[in-house]
């Protein structure tokens, strides 16, 4: 062998070395995720091989991990004929089809005996059929009808959780992955912002994102998005897949193939219904839409003695979440004032069900919005109902469109009190500028006082608070602690005993704390977090009152826009009147004591970066608990960044910002203080 082979060779051994090594730090890091070594080290390898493919332009590979970038647009997709068809599952509704689905499937297998079942979330994106041979990806298609798909190969590649060569040795000649390109919402949100800045139009959910995003012929627009993948089965393989469903699942996932950190394995359907409920409890906080669970009979030889009916397996089936959009018609649109004067649009709506409740209400947030949305009163409307948030008009039915629709239109008086409605240059909102004169404005201040986060006043709903204000009775919240008994009494559907209750509640409601007082008094952008550690920095209201905006961004938590509001409600006479009036009505607190270590942690920003010798998901959720968030990114608003092994980029940006950072055993000393 002569010199210049041996180079060569010796070249070929350490770019297959480069590429055998990030293949590992994707496994660990988008499949595992726990990454083994700092971004900043991943950057280091990946540039090394892209240089040498660069010098050496004929050991490219298509399964090489430079690979990735998107490639020139196609004129339209390649037809694929999948080899095994992909199908489509049955659906239950309720815990009575559960049931029956369990006793059926029992009757088929002609056992009584409790069957185990492998449970996973149904993710909503786009079904995607994941072809490797001999380890490489070869082919990406998407379901289409079943039998024959698009070629999406291109586009797929981009995406960075998908391996483009499987890891490991044991891995079967030919193996297809199935499961669901979806795009996170931390991905879906930011690339809707981002579109909106540019004047395009964003993705109305997170599937049409995905899709949208898949099915471009320009794999360099695919590249751009956020897309990651969850397997869920596989297709074609010509090896023995063993014994169970989640058995199968393991094994992909040992080759590299992400699968749901969610999948279980569980005994009987009670057993599927607590997996169902604790997931929709959690729905909301998943870094992912899931419309529902699936579950499959576990072992694969019931699987085969269950088989098909049409086009789907007998073996699954998918329990839908309660759907959390439906269509409505806008009937009208009312404006309402808010505490602070924001004139907010709110939707009526043809009342419809979602996801179990009624709603007759939602909002539309500010003009920007029913602009960009190009809502009308007559529209047909997609809404949403996510969680305890405030049902929102997604979008309009756009071909639905009756022909005499009217246009939504801001009122330039306020719709209560009749003062001018104002919006600041470079604002969204649009503001009553009636202040205290505006008695929706002082219903919806006195509301926030008595809230249960606030003064916690018992019985002092928001009906008799309107009902107070209207007759006359209050006009602030000082007022309230002026009421006498006979007053309230009279009022329709009170009676002597409310009334008396009512006293009670807001004589006891006088002693508080010094942070629920400062909340209650409804001062902008005071919420409760910033309340508390106001109360916690100045200890006495003096203090608070006495401090200028400097001092008082020496707070947690305060900034300039902060700190200008509370200076500017200290210096209204008017708040300085209603003040005097509650503390001369007795309202006071016990002492505020500066806490130390409670919870130190509460409220405070991390960022962990590099290589730790525990699971990030374990710190993370140690930090969580002890009330403290853990971001991605460094920014200004981050309090500590801990910093590992070979930490990167992060850490260097933390130091440019003065960011206190943390090496692993002074993260463990505050975890364990
Ligand atoms: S299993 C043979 N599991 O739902 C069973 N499907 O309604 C095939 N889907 O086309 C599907 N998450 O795109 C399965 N965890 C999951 C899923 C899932 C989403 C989609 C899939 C399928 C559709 C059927």
């Known amino acids: 062998m002569n010199q210049q082979q041996q180079s060569q060779e010796q070249i070929e051994q350490q770019i297959e070395r480069l590429r055998e090594q990030l293949r590992r730090h994707n496994h660990h890091y988008y499949v595992l995720d726990e990454p083994l070594v700092p971004d900043s080290e991943y950057d280091r390898l990946f540039h090394q091989l892209k240089s040498l493919e660069e010098q050496y332009p004929e050991l490219i590979t298509a399964d090489s991990p430079t690979q ?52 996973e979330p149904k993710l909503d994106g786009l079904a995607i059929n994941l072809r490797y041979e001999n380890g490489v990806l070869v082919q990406a298609a998407t379901r289409g009808d079943g039998t024959r798909g698009e070629d999406v190969t291109r586009n797929v590649r981009t995406i960075e959780s998908i391996p483009l060569k499987l890891i490991g040795d044991d891995y079967p000649r030919v193996v297809e992955a199935r499961g669901e390109v979806f795009m996170p919402l931390a991905g879906f949100n930011a690339f809707n912002k981002k579109a909106l800045e540019r004047g395009e139009k964003p993705f109305a959910n997170p599937r049409n994102a995905a899709a949208g995003s898949l099915r471009q012929l320009d794999s360099r627009i695919t590249a751009k998005r956020p897309l990651a993948f969850y397997a869920y089965g596989v297709g074609e393989i010509d090896a023995d897949p063993g014994v169970t469903q989640s058995g199968v699942m393991m094994r992909i996932r040992e080759w590299g193939i992400p699968v749901s950190p969610e999948l279980q394995v569980v005994t009987g359907a009670k057993a599927c219904l607590d997996y169902y409920h604790d997931l929709m409890r959690r729905r909301d906080s998943l870094a992912y839409d899931i419309d529902g669970i699936v579950y499959k009979v576990n072992s694969l030889e019931k699987q085969r003695v269950l088989g098909y009916v049409s086009r789907a397996p007998r073996w699954a089936i998918a329990h839908k979440f309660p759907a959390q959009e439906e269509l409505t018609v806008v009937e009208a649109v009312e404006f309402q004032v808010g505490r602070t004067g924001a004139i ?21 947030h500010n003009m920007d919005e029913v602009q960009r949305k190009d809502i009308r009163v007559g529209d047909t409307v997609i809404i949403r109902r996510a969680g305890d948030v405030i049902p929102e008009v997604v979008s309009v039915v756009g071909d639905r469109r009756p022909v005499d ?36 404005q002082r219903k919806e201040g006195i509301k926030h006082f008595a809230s249960r986060k606030a003064m916690d006043i018992d019985g002092l709903g928001d009906k008799l608070v309107e009902q107070l204000v209207d007759a006359g009775l209050i006009e602030d919240i000082a007022g309230l602690y002026q009421l006498h008994v006979e007053d309230v009494a009279g009022l329709e559907r009170m009676g002597a005993k409310s009334a008396g209750n009512l006293m009670d509640a807001l004589h006891k409601s006088r002693t508080s704390s010094l942070s629920r007082f400062l909340f209650a008094l409804g001062i902008r952008e005071v919420g409760e977090a910033t309340a508390k550690s106001l109360a916690q920095e100045f200890l006495t209201l003096d203090a608070i009152m006495a401090a200028d905006e400097e001092r008082l961004q020496q707070t947690p938590d305060v900034g300039p826009v902060v700190a200008a509001h509370i200076v500017s409600f200290f210096q209204q006479p008017h708040n300085l009147a209603v003040l005097g009036k509650l503390l001369a009505a007795g309202i006071e607190w016990p002492e505020e004591q500066r806490q130390q270590g409670e919870t130190p942690l509460q409220g405070k920003t991390f960022v962990l970066t590099g290589a730790l010798s525990r699971p990030r998901s374990e710190f993370k959720q140690q930090l969580q608990q002890l009330g403290a968030k853990v971001t991605g990114s460094v920014s200004k608003k981050t309090d500590y960044v801990v910093a590992g092994e070979a930490a990167g980029s992060k850490l260097k940006k933390a130091e440019s910002l003065g960011v206190t950072v943390l090496n692993e055993a002074e993260l463990e000393e505050l975890l364990t203080a």
Not at 76 to 82: A, L, T
């Open 68 to 119: 990735r970038v998107g490639a020139a647009p196609l004129s339209s997709f390649k037809e694929v004929h999948h080899k095994a068809p992909m199908l489509s599952l049955g659906n239950l509704f309720s815990e009575t089809d559960l049931m029956d689905f369990e006793q059926r499937s029992r009757n088929r297998l002609g056992s009584d005996d409790p069957l185990d079942y492998e449970v």
């Open 344 to 364: 907010t649009p709110v939707a009526r709506l043809q009342p419809v069900t979602v996801a179990g409740v009624v709603v007759s209400n939602a909002t539309l």
């Open 405 to 440: 629709t009217s246009a939504i239109v801001m009122p330039q008086k306020c719709p209560v009190c009749g003062s001018d409605i104002l919006r600041t240059e470079g604002e969204v909102v649009a503001r009553c500028s009636g202040g205290l004169y505006c008695s929706a």
